[in-house]
Structure formats: C-alpha cells, structure tokens
C-alpha cells in the first residue's frame, strides 16, 4: 500500500514537469486567475492546483482576409483582400485582452480599410497601394497594442473593381498602348527623315566643296601657268637687252622667219612695211636658202 501511494505522488510530480519548446509561450492560471507565463525552458506546474490556460506562439504570424466590399470616395464598389503580418509581444494581453484576436483583427482590418478607401477615388486607389499599406499598419499597430499583438506589415492583396470598370479600364489601356505605339512610330519616322535630308545636304555641301576646290585648283593651274609664260616672256626680253641686240640683227632674225614660212606650206606671206625694198627681202631670202642647203 505505501508503494502504491509513493508510485502515485512520483507520478503526480512528474506530470507536473513541462519543457517549453522554442518560440512557444504557456499562460498558467492557479486556482482560477493569471498566475505566470512559462517561456522556453524546463518548468514546474503544481498539479491540479495549476492550469495552463493558453499556449501560445511567438512566431510571426501571417493571415490573409477574405475579400471586403469597399466604397470609394467616387462611389465605386470595389473588392479588396489584405495580407497582415503581425506577432505577439505580450501572450497575457493575447490570452485576456480580447475574445478571439484573429477575428478581432479581421473585422478592424476591414473598417480600417473601408474608412482609408472612402477617402480615395478610384484612380488614387489603384495607385496608392504603398500609401494604404502604411496608413493601415500604423492604425492596425496602435489598435492592437492592447491585445498583445504587434502588427509588422499590412499588404493589399487584389484589388478587383466592377466587370464594366475593368472592360472600360482595358479599353483606356489599350487605347494608350496605340496612342504611345503610333507616337513612337511617328517619331521614328521624323528621325529618319531628318537623318535622310542631313545626310542629303552633307552630301550636297561636299559636292559643293569639292567643285569648288576643283575649281580652284584649276584657276591655280593656269595662273601659274601664264606667270610662267610671262616670267619667260622677260627672261627673253632681258636676255636679249644684255646681249645688246640692233636693228640689223632683230631684222636677220625677222628673215630667218620669214624663211621658215616661205619653207611651209602657206600660199600667202604677210611681208613688214619697214623692209627697204622687195629686192633686198628677195636676196636675203634666197642666200639664206643657200646657205641652208649647204649646211644639209
């Protein structure tokens, strides 16, 4: 009989023993009213006497809400699902600060959302996404303090308007995408048709230049041709100024040409109006003849 009853107490103590696990948090009421929280680690609950009211989990929690009728401030209704992130911070204000959190928090997360839409048009909605997250954490957050509960993050999920907004809203889009397509294609074919004429008139302006240094280099060419021929013209008139040349020796070279003519093929002789006499040309002419035939 005292085996039995020490069996019995060893049992009794040993029930009493508990190991919280990781991220895991025990509320334990004594006789009926809050006692203590047992957090990670080996604790001792007296039998009977002591009970574990709640256990609770210290990990993030994420809870995705149905879908919420919403009114905008231009009166279209609207569907909108949430995403909240939250945590407990304090597990005795999450076991007896309010009855059923995750509800709690639910119906708040939906007049929140109701209250911050009604302030906005339906274009600002779609757009403000990032703006109705962090109003809705800030408000969230502060709210759920009493509870025991941090909120970390507030995501909207979808945001679904009526069938006809949304036909209307693809037509808009489609209707941009042709504007901004034949916009873009507009533009390209400026830009190719400013590109053509440029290069036709870097083309044009080449020619231009180019005729031009022709041109040019032609002018060059003859002007530097006559200053030649002008520059022997002198190297002659001074070479026979220094040799001091007379009349009767300008008149034999005079009658050298006049030989060389008469050895051609002309039918007609242009003869000078200063000649003495016609004998004397005809003389000349002849003894240079001779003179000529000799020498061959």
């Given amino acids: 009989m005292l085996l039995v009853i020490i069996i019995i107490i060893i049992i009794i103590i040993a029930a009493g023993i508990k190991i919280i696990p990781q991220s895991k948090a025990y509320v334990v009421e004594r006789l009926g009213a809050y006692d203590r929280t047992m957090e990670t680690g080996l604790h001792y609950r007296v039998p009977i006497i002591d ?106 999920k979808n945001i679904i308007p009526p069938h006809d907004i949304q036909d209307t809203m693809e037509k808009q889009m489609r209707a941009e995408r042709e504007r901004r397509e034949a916009i873009l294609k507009a533009e390209g074919e400026k830009k190719a048709a400013i590109l053509i004429a440029e290069g036709e008139k870097e083309s044009a302006i080449l020619r231009a230049e180019a005729k031009k240094e022709s041109q040019i280099k032609e002018a060059e060419g003859e002007a530097a041709a006559i200053i030649k021929i002008q520059q022997a013209t002198a190297e002659g008139l001074k070479l026979l100024k220094e040799a001091k040349m007379d009349d009767a020796v300008l008149k034999l070279k005079s009658y050298e040409a006049l030989v060389d003519v008469a050895n051609g093929q002309a039918t007609k002789i242009i003869v000078p109006s200063d000649l003495q006499s016609i004998a004397t040309i005809g003389t000349t002419i002849s003894e240079t003849i001779k003179s000529k035939d000799k020498n061959k």
């Fill in 51 to 156: 009970r574990i009211a709640n256990v609770v989990s210290l990990k993030e929690i994420v809870k995705d809400f149905e879908p919420q009728p919403v009114i905008t401030k231009d009166n279209v209704t609207m569907q909108i699902d949430t995403v909240v992130y939250y945590q407990i911070t304090d597990s005795k204000l999450y076991t007896y600060g309010v009855d059923n959190p995750i509800n709690a928090i639910e119906n708040l997360t939906a007049t929140t959302l109701r209250n911050i839409i009604g302030d906005l048009e339906l274009d600002e909605t779609l757009t403000s996404r990032d703006i109705i997250n962090t109003k809705m954490r800030s408000i969230l957050d502060e709210a759920t303090d009493p509870w025991g509960i941090k909120v970390n993050r507030v995501e909207v």
